[in-house]
Protein backbone atom coordinates (compact mmCIF):
# COMPACT_ATOMS: atom_id res chain seq x y z
CA UNK A 1 0.00 0.00 0.00
CA UNK A 2 2.99 2.55 0.81
CA UNK A 3 6.59 2.32 0.95
CA UNK A 4 8.07 0.77 4.10
CA UNK A 5 9.46 3.59 5.96
CA UNK A 6 13.29 3.74 6.00
CA UNK A 7 14.68 3.72 9.75
CA UNK A 8 17.61 5.71 9.35
CA UNK A 9 17.60 6.98 13.47
CA UNK A 10 21.64 8.29 14.74
CA UNK A 11 22.10 6.76 17.75
CA UNK A 12 23.65 9.38 20.32
CA UNK A 13 24.85 7.22 23.65
CA UNK A 14 25.69 9.86 25.79
CA UNK A 15 23.18 13.03 24.88
CA UNK A 16 20.61 14.19 27.31
CA UNK A 17 18.31 16.42 27.51
CA UNK A 18 15.35 18.47 29.93
CA UNK A 19 12.16 18.60 28.87
CA UNK A 20 9.49 21.62 30.51
CA UNK A 21 6.20 19.98 30.03
CA UNK A 22 5.36 16.50 29.96
CA UNK A 23 2.31 16.53 27.40
CA UNK A 24 1.67 14.34 24.49
CA UNK A 25 4.53 16.71 22.68
CA UNK A 26 6.53 15.11 24.83
CA UNK A 27 5.67 11.97 25.04
CA UNK A 28 5.79 11.91 21.33
CA UNK A 29 9.25 13.13 21.54
CA UNK A 30 10.42 10.58 23.84
CA UNK A 31 9.44 7.86 21.52
CA UNK A 32 11.45 9.44 18.99
CA UNK A 33 14.44 10.11 21.22
CA UNK A 34 14.36 6.31 22.82
CA UNK A 35 15.19 4.87 19.55
CA UNK A 36 18.13 7.24 19.47
CA UNK A 37 19.67 6.58 22.87
CA UNK A 38 18.83 9.70 24.17
CA UNK A 39 18.00 10.46 27.42
CA UNK A 40 14.61 12.53 28.27
CA UNK A 41 13.92 14.17 31.89
CA UNK A 42 10.43 16.20 32.25
CA UNK A 43 9.19 18.65 34.71
CA UNK A 44 4.96 19.14 34.56
CA UNK A 45 2.62 20.05 37.63
CA UNK A 46 0.58 16.71 36.40
CA UNK A 47 2.13 13.58 37.95
CA UNK A 48 -0.08 11.46 35.61
CA UNK A 49 0.73 13.59 32.41
CA UNK A 50 1.85 11.22 29.32
CA UNK A 51 5.50 11.58 29.90
CA UNK A 52 5.14 10.96 34.32
CA UNK A 53 6.16 6.52 33.28
CA UNK A 54 7.93 7.12 30.59
CA UNK A 55 10.71 9.51 30.44
CA UNK A 56 14.21 8.81 32.14
CA UNK A 57 13.31 11.02 35.04
CA UNK A 58 10.23 13.26 35.56
CA UNK A 59 9.98 15.79 38.04
CA UNK A 60 6.66 17.25 39.44
CA UNK A 61 6.91 21.03 39.25
CA UNK A 62 5.51 24.22 37.63
CA UNK A 63 7.01 24.89 34.39
CA UNK A 64 5.44 28.45 34.97
CA UNK A 65 7.40 29.06 38.30
CA UNK A 66 11.18 30.68 38.46
CA UNK A 67 12.48 28.25 41.08
CA UNK A 68 10.93 25.35 39.50
CA UNK A 69 12.63 26.26 36.41
CA UNK A 70 15.85 26.91 37.49
CA UNK A 71 16.17 23.97 39.70
CA UNK A 72 15.01 22.14 37.18
CA UNK A 73 17.46 23.09 34.51
CA UNK A 74 20.61 24.08 36.07
CA UNK A 75 22.22 20.97 36.00
CA UNK A 76 20.90 19.89 32.65
CA UNK A 77 23.10 20.44 29.31
CA UNK A 78 20.35 21.39 26.71
CA UNK A 79 16.89 22.25 27.81
CA UNK A 80 14.00 22.53 25.27
CA UNK A 81 10.27 22.75 25.57
CA UNK A 82 7.14 21.07 25.00
CA UNK A 83 4.89 24.01 25.42
CA UNK A 84 5.80 27.62 24.92
CA UNK A 85 4.16 28.99 27.93
CA UNK A 86 6.93 28.38 31.00
CA UNK A 87 8.54 31.01 32.87
CA UNK A 88 11.52 32.68 30.46
CA UNK A 89 13.12 34.41 33.52
CA UNK A 90 14.86 31.12 34.54
CA UNK A 91 15.81 30.31 31.29
CA UNK A 92 17.34 33.79 30.74
CA UNK A 93 19.23 33.27 33.88
CA UNK A 94 20.04 29.46 32.95
CA UNK A 95 21.04 30.60 29.47
CA UNK A 96 23.89 32.85 31.11
CA UNK A 97 25.09 30.10 33.10
CA UNK A 98 25.66 28.18 30.04
CA UNK A 99 22.87 26.12 29.65
CA UNK A 100 21.65 25.36 26.13
CA UNK A 101 18.15 26.01 25.89
CA UNK A 102 16.37 25.94 23.01
CA UNK A 103 13.99 27.65 21.29
CA UNK A 104 16.21 30.27 22.73
CA UNK A 105 14.40 32.47 25.73
CA UNK A 106 14.45 36.11 23.38
CA UNK A 107 12.23 34.09 20.54
CA UNK A 108 9.75 32.53 23.42
CA UNK A 109 9.84 36.19 24.47
CA UNK A 110 8.30 37.17 20.90
CA UNK A 111 6.11 34.35 20.78
CA UNK A 112 4.47 34.22 23.93
CA UNK A 113 2.71 37.71 23.52
CA UNK A 114 0.84 37.41 20.51
CA UNK A 115 0.97 41.45 20.41
CA UNK A 116 4.77 41.23 20.26
CA UNK A 117 4.06 37.85 17.61
CA UNK A 118 2.33 40.86 15.32
CA UNK A 119 5.02 43.51 15.51
CA UNK A 120 7.80 40.71 14.80
CA UNK A 121 6.04 40.20 11.48
CA UNK A 122 5.38 44.03 10.97
CA UNK A 123 8.92 44.45 11.44
CA UNK A 124 10.45 41.55 9.26
CA UNK A 125 7.74 42.30 6.15
CA UNK A 126 5.99 38.84 6.85
CA UNK A 127 2.66 38.74 5.62
CA UNK A 128 -0.15 39.16 7.87
CA UNK A 129 -3.97 39.86 8.36
CA UNK A 130 -4.08 43.74 9.58
CA UNK A 131 -4.55 44.24 13.33
CA UNK A 132 -4.88 46.43 15.99
CA UNK A 133 -3.70 45.94 20.36
CA UNK A 134 -6.11 46.66 22.78
CA UNK A 135 -5.79 46.56 26.72
CA UNK A 136 -9.36 45.26 27.39
CA UNK A 137 -13.10 45.31 26.90
CA UNK A 138 -13.71 49.02 27.54
CA UNK A 139 -11.30 49.74 24.45
CA UNK A 140 -13.73 47.57 22.04
CA UNK A 141 -16.86 49.35 23.35
CA UNK A 142 -15.23 52.70 23.16
CA UNK A 143 -13.73 52.00 19.22
CA UNK A 144 -14.60 52.52 15.87
CA UNK A 145 -14.38 49.15 14.37
CA UNK A 146 -15.73 46.30 11.66
CA UNK A 147 -17.39 43.35 12.35
CA UNK A 148 -16.96 40.43 12.38
CA UNK A 149 -13.41 40.18 13.72
CA UNK A 150 -11.31 37.79 15.78
CA UNK A 151 -10.05 38.74 19.31
CA UNK A 152 -6.80 37.01 20.61
CA UNK A 153 -5.55 37.08 23.92
CA UNK A 154 -2.12 38.42 23.82
CA UNK A 155 -0.93 35.40 26.69
CA UNK A 156 -2.23 32.45 27.84
CA UNK A 157 -4.50 30.75 24.98
CA UNK A 158 -3.61 27.52 23.60
CA UNK A 159 -5.62 24.65 22.13
CA UNK A 160 -8.46 26.91 20.29
CA UNK A 161 -8.53 28.58 23.84
CA UNK A 162 -8.17 32.34 23.83
CA UNK A 163 -9.56 33.05 20.26
CA UNK A 164 -12.95 33.92 19.34
CA UNK A 165 -14.76 35.83 16.97
CA UNK A 166 -16.80 38.80 17.44
CA UNK A 167 -20.13 38.96 14.61
CA UNK A 168 -21.65 42.13 16.02
CA UNK A 169 -21.80 45.11 18.78
CA UNK A 170 -24.02 42.98 20.89
CA UNK A 171 -21.65 40.20 21.01
CA UNK A 172 -19.29 42.76 23.07
CA UNK A 173 -20.52 41.83 25.92
CA UNK A 174 -19.20 38.07 25.46
CA UNK A 175 -15.25 40.08 24.73
CA UNK A 176 -11.86 38.75 26.82
CA UNK A 177 -11.61 41.85 29.38
CA UNK A 178 -7.80 41.37 29.06
CA UNK A 179 -4.79 42.60 26.05
CA UNK A 180 -5.71 41.51 23.04
CA UNK A 181 -4.69 41.34 19.56
CA UNK A 182 -7.71 42.48 17.31
CA UNK A 183 -7.67 40.99 13.65
CA UNK A 184 -9.53 41.73 10.84
CA UNK A 185 -11.50 38.76 9.68
CA UNK A 186 -9.87 36.84 6.63
CA UNK A 187 -12.18 35.17 3.91
CA UNK A 188 -9.60 32.36 3.16
CA UNK A 189 -9.86 29.85 0.62
CA UNK A 190 -7.94 27.23 3.18
CA UNK A 191 -5.63 27.64 6.09
CA UNK A 192 -2.01 25.58 5.78
CA UNK A 193 1.09 24.90 7.66
CA UNK A 194 4.59 24.79 7.29
CA UNK A 195 6.62 23.17 10.01
CA UNK A 196 10.24 24.29 9.27
CA UNK A 197 13.27 22.85 11.34
CA UNK A 198 17.26 24.31 12.04
CA UNK A 199 19.69 22.88 14.10
CA UNK A 200 22.91 24.96 16.01
CA UNK A 201 25.40 25.27 12.76
CA UNK A 202 22.11 27.05 10.54
CA UNK A 203 20.68 23.84 8.44
CA UNK A 204 17.82 24.17 7.70
CA UNK A 205 14.82 21.11 6.51
CA UNK A 206 11.49 21.87 5.97
CA UNK A 207 8.29 19.25 5.56
CA UNK A 208 6.00 19.57 3.02
CA UNK A 209 2.99 21.37 3.75
CA UNK A 210 -0.36 20.05 4.90
CA UNK A 211 -3.43 20.93 4.98
CA UNK A 212 -5.76 21.75 8.06
CA UNK A 213 -9.79 21.18 8.79
CA UNK A 214 -10.73 23.22 12.13
CA UNK A 215 -13.46 22.45 14.23
CA UNK A 216 -15.95 25.34 13.99
CA UNK A 217 -16.94 23.98 17.73
CA UNK A 218 -13.98 23.33 19.37
CA UNK A 219 -11.75 25.64 17.19
CA UNK A 220 -8.89 23.10 16.85
CA UNK A 221 -7.87 21.22 14.03
CA UNK A 222 -10.92 18.23 13.07
CA UNK A 223 -8.76 17.00 9.85
CA UNK A 224 -5.41 17.35 8.57
CA UNK A 225 -4.09 16.02 4.88
CA UNK A 226 -0.57 15.69 3.19
CA UNK A 227 0.39 16.43 0.74
CA UNK A 228 -1.62 20.13 1.07
CA UNK A 229 -3.95 20.70 -2.48
CA UNK A 230 -2.05 23.78 -3.15
CA UNK A 231 0.18 24.67 -6.27
CA UNK A 232 3.89 24.62 -5.99
CA UNK A 233 3.94 28.11 -6.83
CA UNK A 234 2.05 28.52 -3.09
CA UNK A 235 3.74 25.63 -1.51
CA UNK A 236 7.03 26.94 -2.39
CA UNK A 237 6.30 30.74 -1.27
CA UNK A 238 5.41 29.61 2.22
CA UNK A 239 8.26 27.41 2.66
CA UNK A 240 9.83 31.12 1.71
CA UNK A 241 8.17 32.51 4.14
CA UNK A 242 8.52 30.18 7.37
CA UNK A 243 12.06 29.38 6.20
CA UNK A 244 12.54 33.35 6.86
CA UNK A 245 11.08 33.63 10.24
CA UNK A 246 13.28 31.04 11.46
CA UNK A 247 16.17 32.75 10.31
CA UNK A 248 15.41 36.08 11.70
CA UNK A 249 14.38 34.23 14.49
CA UNK A 250 17.36 32.54 15.14
CA UNK A 251 15.65 30.01 16.40
CA UNK A 252 17.23 26.20 17.08
CA UNK A 253 14.26 23.75 16.76
CA UNK A 254 11.02 23.29 14.93
CA UNK A 255 8.55 26.06 13.92
CA UNK A 256 5.21 25.58 13.05
CA UNK A 257 4.09 28.02 10.84
CA UNK A 258 0.40 28.64 10.04
CA UNK A 259 -1.04 30.24 7.31
CA UNK A 260 -4.34 31.67 5.50
CA UNK A 261 -4.41 31.11 1.72
CA UNK A 262 -7.20 34.09 0.85
CA UNK A 263 -9.23 33.17 -2.24
CA UNK A 264 -6.97 35.56 -4.35
CA UNK A 265 -4.25 33.53 -3.83
CA UNK A 266 -2.07 35.63 -0.90
CA UNK A 267 -0.93 33.53 1.70
CA UNK A 268 -1.43 35.73 5.60
CA UNK A 269 0.51 34.04 8.48
CA UNK A 270 -1.53 33.55 11.55
CA UNK A 271 0.29 31.96 14.13
CA UNK A 272 4.37 30.63 14.69
CA UNK A 273 4.45 27.88 17.55
CA UNK A 274 7.89 27.11 18.70
CA UNK A 275 7.58 23.75 19.35
CA UNK A 276 6.10 20.04 17.89
CA UNK A 277 3.19 20.70 16.53
CA UNK A 278 -0.35 19.25 16.06
CA UNK A 279 0.19 19.68 12.15
CA UNK A 280 2.56 17.71 11.95
CA UNK A 281 1.65 14.56 14.14
CA UNK A 282 1.42 12.42 10.52
CA UNK A 283 5.19 12.55 10.04
CA UNK A 284 5.70 9.91 12.45
CA UNK A 285 4.38 7.24 9.96
CA UNK A 286 4.43 9.11 6.52
CA UNK A 287 7.95 10.86 6.43
CA UNK A 288 11.20 9.59 6.49
CA UNK A 289 11.68 11.55 9.45
CA UNK A 290 9.22 12.65 12.30
CA UNK A 291 9.11 15.99 13.26
CA UNK A 292 9.96 14.66 16.98
CA UNK A 293 13.14 13.26 15.71
CA UNK A 294 13.96 16.50 13.98
CA UNK A 295 13.76 18.58 16.97
CA UNK A 296 15.90 16.43 18.43
CA UNK A 297 18.54 16.68 15.57
CA UNK A 298 18.14 20.13 15.96
CA UNK A 299 19.01 21.25 19.71
CA UNK A 300 21.49 18.44 19.90
CA UNK A 301 22.99 20.06 16.64
CA UNK A 302 23.00 16.81 14.74
CA UNK A 303 22.72 16.68 10.68
CA UNK A 304 18.95 17.13 10.25
CA UNK A 305 16.71 14.19 8.74
CA UNK A 306 15.31 13.80 5.40
CA UNK A 307 11.90 15.79 5.15
CA UNK A 308 10.55 13.32 2.04
CA UNK A 309 7.17 12.31 2.16
CA UNK A 310 6.72 8.19 1.97
CA UNK A 311 2.84 8.41 0.84
CA UNK A 312 -0.22 11.01 1.20
CA UNK A 313 -1.83 11.04 4.61
CA UNK A 314 -4.49 12.17 6.86
CA UNK A 315 -4.53 13.44 10.61
CA UNK A 316 -7.50 12.94 12.51
CA UNK A 317 -7.62 14.77 16.35
CA UNK A 318 -8.99 12.47 18.78
CA UNK A 319 -11.06 15.20 21.13
CA UNK A 320 -12.97 14.31 24.37
CA UNK A 321 -16.70 13.88 23.26
CA UNK A 322 -18.88 16.73 24.63
CA UNK A 323 -20.72 16.46 28.07
CA UNK A 324 -18.59 13.35 28.99
CA UNK A 325 -16.09 14.18 32.04
CA UNK A 326 -14.11 11.53 33.82
CA UNK A 327 -12.30 8.45 32.91
CA UNK A 328 -11.45 8.25 29.84
CA UNK A 329 -12.74 4.96 27.93
CA UNK A 330 -12.30 4.73 23.72
CA UNK A 331 -15.58 3.57 22.20
CA UNK A 332 -15.07 1.67 18.92
CA UNK A 333 -11.20 1.47 19.08
CA UNK A 334 -10.80 -2.04 18.48
CA UNK A 335 -12.76 -2.10 14.63
CA UNK A 336 -10.74 1.24 13.74
CA UNK A 337 -7.58 -0.37 14.82
CA UNK A 338 -8.28 -3.42 13.01
CA UNK A 339 -8.73 -1.17 9.16
CA UNK A 340 -5.79 -1.37 7.04
CA UNK A 341 -3.26 2.00 7.09
CA UNK A 342 -4.80 3.36 10.30
CA UNK A 343 -2.24 3.91 12.99
CA UNK A 344 -4.33 5.31 16.30
CA UNK A 345 -2.14 7.10 18.78
CA UNK A 346 -3.34 7.65 22.53
CA UNK A 347 -2.18 10.00 24.89
CA UNK A 348 -2.04 8.54 28.34
CA UNK A 349 -4.16 10.64 29.58
CA UNK A 350 -6.75 9.41 32.61
CA UNK A 351 -9.54 11.65 31.81
CA UNK A 352 -11.35 13.30 29.69
CA UNK A 353 -13.70 16.22 29.37
CA UNK A 354 -14.75 17.93 26.26
CA UNK A 355 -12.53 18.99 23.58
CA UNK A 356 -9.81 17.54 25.15
CA UNK A 357 -6.84 16.40 23.15
CA UNK A 358 -7.12 12.39 24.15
CA UNK A 359 -5.49 11.47 20.54
CA UNK A 360 -4.84 11.44 17.16
CA UNK A 361 -5.55 9.01 14.18
CA UNK A 362 -3.09 8.82 11.47
CA UNK A 363 -4.43 7.24 8.07
CA UNK A 364 -2.52 6.31 5.40
CA UNK A 365 -3.48 5.03 1.71
CA UNK A 366 -2.48 4.58 -2.10
CA UNK A 367 -4.86 7.95 -2.82
CA UNK A 368 -6.28 10.78 -1.12
CA UNK A 369 -9.97 9.79 -1.96
CA UNK A 370 -8.89 6.40 -0.11
CA UNK A 371 -7.67 8.16 2.80
CA UNK A 372 -10.31 10.69 3.05
CA UNK A 373 -13.56 8.05 3.20
CA UNK A 374 -10.94 6.13 5.59
CA UNK A 375 -10.94 9.26 8.05
CA UNK A 376 -14.60 9.70 7.94
CA UNK A 377 -14.55 6.20 9.23
CA UNK A 378 -12.35 6.94 11.80
CA UNK A 379 -14.25 10.66 12.66
CA UNK A 380 -17.81 8.33 13.45
CA UNK A 381 -16.48 5.20 14.76
CA UNK A 382 -14.31 6.35 17.17
CA UNK A 383 -15.10 8.47 19.97
CA UNK A 384 -13.30 9.34 23.22
CA UNK A 385 -15.93 9.26 26.14
CA UNK A 386 -16.08 8.56 30.03
CA UNK A 387 -17.13 5.40 32.18
Given at each position: ???QK???????????????G???L??MM???????G?????L???????C?????????????????VYQ??K???????????V???????????G?K?Y?Q????????D???Q???Y???????????????????????????????????GY??K????????EE??????????I??M????????I????????????F??V???????????E??F?????????E?K????A?????????V??????????K?G????N??????????????????????????????N??????????P?????L???????G???F??????EE??????????K???SP??????????????????A????????L??I??
Open positions: MHQQEKIKIVQTASIGVLGGQGMIEAAKKMVEVHCDPNPSAPAKIADTFTVGDFNNYEDFGNKKVLTIEIENNIEALEVLEKEVVPPAVLKIIKKGVKQFIDSNVPTAPFQLVEGKAALVQGDLSYPFVQKLRVGDGGVQVIRNKLNFAFDAPSVESIDFEKEISIVARNVSGQLAVPAECEFSKEANLVFQSPAAISLEIQAIEISSIIQSLDLGILAVEFFLTQDLLVEIAPRTHNSGHHTIECCETSQFEQHLRAVLLELGSTRLICAAMVNLGEPSYNLAYEGLAAIIPGVFVHLYREKTNRKMGHVTILGKSMEEIKKATLVKSGRCSK
